[in-house]
């Protein structure tokens, strides 16, 4: 009997999972990231759908490979993939391929200057590795430049009436959404009723509007999910629960998220550069997020954000795909 494998390397940042595939791709092409990006959405398809979809997988997995770097200065490259395609950036991959990846012998890391600079579609991010007495501890990333899109927008949306949100990019667009307008409790039982509001929300906006990343490639205009705010439960400043791709919820704080939400309240005024908010997951896990720096791309003031989070290993894998397995090429049940 013919048969398919893939090895992986399994972890978790505040709890969102990510499977690092390290053996079983074929070679990519493409100079650019975008341009490798372009090149697993139309050929790796298959294999996103059998390491992320059931049986091996579940709705809510996301999944890394690593190329090699795009840029001359670039570390590593990285491709990041969920239940819909290939996402522009994730800042919980990188958290989890920064602590994951030197230990798993994947990415080459010197302890005198601890430094990852990814290579992503989104543009470079720079990781720095924290280290405790047993090995690496926490791992800080600065971000693509971020920014404000749109501030107080409106969209009428199916069932909810008019919607109040904002629009940041922050590695990828999204819509920011006040929960307790919308009286939507931001705990793990309501995830029926969060993920129901969210997709209503992102379709009403995608259909209302043009979303524009520009200087850079269009590749990067589209809006990748909703993020509904509430107060936090915990000492945090805030929680935020991330709706993204086709219907996922991020049990993380969102890296990518969190940093459009630094550049949302540092427009505001209430986010000084060098300050430190603590933001955390409908899990109650936390990120650290601040403006390293300001600068401006044309005409739009952007922002360098620095997250900070952790994340643990959970696991080493050999998936296997028969030929003559009938649900060898995965599935989801909705």
Request: glycine content about 12%; charged content about 25%; proline content about 6%.
């Amino acid at each position: 009997m013919a048969r398919r494998f893939w090895k992986t390397i399994d972890g978790h940042t505040a709890g969102e999972p990510l499977r690092i595939i390290v053996d079983g791709v074929p070679a990519m092409l493409g100079e650019t990231m975008l341009e490798r990006r372009a090149h697993a959405m139309q050929h790796f398809d298959e294999l996103r759908r059998v390491l992320m979809w059931e049986p091996r997988g579940h709705r809510d997995m996301y999944g890394a490979i690593l190329t090699p770097p795009a840029t001359t200065d670039g570390d590593v490259g990285v491709l990041f993939l969920h239940n819909e395609g290939f996402s522009t950036m994730c800042g919980h991959g990188i958290i989890a391929l920064a602590m994951l990846g030197p230990p798993e012998g994947l990415i080459p890391l010197d302890p005198s200057d601890p430094v990852i600079r990814f290579d992503t579609p989104a543009g470079r991010v720079t990781a720095r590795v924290q280290f405790d007495g047993d090995g690496i501890d926490r791992v800080s990333f600065r971000n693509v430049p971020s920014f404000v899109a749109e501030s107080g927008g409106q969209v009428e949306v199916p069932g909810l009436g008019e919607v109040r949100f904002d629009l940041a990019f922050g590695g990828a667009f999204y819509a920011y959404v006040d929960a307790a307008e919308l009286d939507v409790p931001l705990v793990p039982g309501a995830t029926d009723r969060i993920v129901e509001v969210a997709m209503a929300i992102k379709h009403s906006v995608m259909a209302s509007r043009e979303i524009k990343h520009a200087p850079q490639a269009s590749d990067l205009d589209f809006l990748y999910g909703v993020i509904l705010v509430g107060p936090a439960h915990g000492e945090a400043h805030s929680r935020n629960v991330c709706v993204f791709a086709d219907g996922e919820v991020d049990r993380s704080p969102t890296g990518t998220g969190v940093s459009g939400r630094a550049a949302i309240h540092h427009a505001r005024g209430d986010l000084a550069t060098g300050e430190v908010i603590t933001i955390e997951s409908i899990l109650g896990t936390t990120f650290d997020v601040s403006v390293a720096e300001v600068d401006r791309i044309g005409q739009r003031e952007v922002i360098i954000p620095e997250v900070t989070g952790r994340a643990s290993l959970t696991g080493r894998h050999e998936f296997i795909v028969e030929d003559d397995d009938p649900l060898g090429g995965g599935f989801l049940l909705h």
